[in-house]
């Protein structure tokens, strides 16, 4: 293929002789210029929605490792909120949003094609960072899963057990999934108009697939993704699509596949030799070194690396974390992980 992007060459199946790398959350608290920035607008939604200012800290983690890939600068709750729900962020908190547990509620939520109006920021962000990334960095557009944005529009806030969420499911499926219906069309719409601005890859994010069981992971995770994939498709069968479904399991077995996504995110509850063996045999897999890595770094952190790579070294391998880095990160740590998955030497 035609491409010098090494993300790109990973998600059409080939193999590299050391993994692309980017970080789920690269742009973030850990680094002293994303604060300041975040200081410069305010608070974290109002950088969001600040088109130069969300730029801005989108190319800060590229100027200061030249990860392979800037994923776009913005949340998966700003959906719910351009839909008509308020939100807001409590410091040291999280976030806050007004909640739906009745038909009556969903009634209330604006028409799908009015989210633009709220959302044209964002495509903005987009738009300058199409312009000013390295030629040789990819582009990432993203946004959540219906199930996980679902989690926080029905509880109003980020719960450990999403039990909210699955009582509406459980005493009033037809409200339930209607909502998913409606978070999937939106989803659609939003990730149509990202790649319209310059988005060469999305990322559809289910961080809490994993407390879906049985039947109610296929309904309410695999499907959606699914449907998102094929619409998305059928419109740009040159986009590449990235799913996370996390902390899946064995439900990871056979996701790439019956979802059509190019390529399977996985998180750090599954071992990279057993990724290798039933996962990466169906095409790309990104992941998945422990967060906490990154906190205490070392020769811990560098004999996981290592172990990750050349496990994922048969098959296409985009390396990453297993979820997003946090706030107490050594950014030292970050440079040594990139150093290391660099310098890698094939058995
Ligand atoms: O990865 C990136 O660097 C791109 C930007 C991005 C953010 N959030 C910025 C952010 C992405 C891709 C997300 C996705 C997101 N947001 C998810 C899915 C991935 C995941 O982490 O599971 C979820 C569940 C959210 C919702 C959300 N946003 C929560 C629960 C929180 C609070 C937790 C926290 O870390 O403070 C956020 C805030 C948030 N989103 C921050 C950032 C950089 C921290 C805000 C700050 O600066 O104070």
């Not at 109002?46 to 990860?67: D, H, K, M, W």
């Not at 633009?116 to 990432?140: G, N, Q, W």
């Not at 109003?156 to 005493?171: E, M, Y």
Request: proline share 5%; hydrophobic share 40%.
């Amino acid at each position: 293929m035609t491409t010098n992007k090494k993300i790109l060459k990973a998600l059409a199946g080939e193999v590299l002789d050391t993994p692309p790398i980017w970080m789920m959350r690269q742009a973030g608290r850990y680094l002293p210029e994303y604060r300041e920035t975040r200081a410069q607008a305010g608070d974290f939604l109002s950088l969001c929605y600040n088109s130069e200012l969300a730029a801005e800290v989108t190319l800060q983690p590229i100027r200061r490792y030249g990860f392979d890939a800037a994923i776009l600068f913005a949340d998966i709750l700003l959906l719910p909120q351009a839909l008509g729900a308020d939100l807001w962020f409590v410091t040291g908190e999280g976030p806050r949003l007004s909640t739906i547990n009745s038909t009556e509620e969903l009634k209330s939520l604006k028409p799908i094609s009015e989210i633009h109006d709220v959302l044209h920021p964002i495509y903005e962000t987009v738009r300058i960072l199409s312009k000013e990334l390295p030629k040789e960095t990819t582009l990432i557009g993203f946004a959540g899963a219906p199930w996980t944005v679902a989690t926080y529009m029905i509880a109003g806030r980020g719960t450990p057990d999403q039990k909210p969420a699955h009582d509406f499911k459980d005493n009033n499926v037809l409200a339930f999934e209607t909502l998913i219906e409606l978070l999937t069309k939106a989803t659609i719409e939003y990730l149509s108009a990202q790649i319209d601005a310059g988005a060469e890859v999305v990322k559809i994010f289910d961080s809490w697939a994993g407390s879906l069981k049985g039947d109610d992971f296929i309904k309410y995770a695999l499907e959606p993704t699914k449907t998102i994939v094929a619409e998305l498709k059928a419109k740009y069968p040159m986009v590449p699509i990235i799913a996370f479904p996390r902390q899946a399991g064995v439900a990871y077995k056979g996701f790439l596949k019956s979802t059509g996504a190019d390529c399977l995110a996985v998180d750090d509850s599954v071992a990279s030799a057993w990724v290798a063996k039933y996962l990466q045999i169906d095409g790309c897999i990104q992941g998945n070194l422990k967060s906490s890595h990154m906190v205490s770094g070392g020769q811990d952190m560098v004999d996981e690396i290592n172990t990750i790579v050349s496990d994922l070294s048969q098959g296409p391998h985009i390396f990453n974390l297993g979820h997003g880095i946090t706030p107490d990160a050594n950014p030292e740590n970050v440079a040594l992980m990139i150093e290391t998955i660099r310098n890698f030497k094939r058995s």
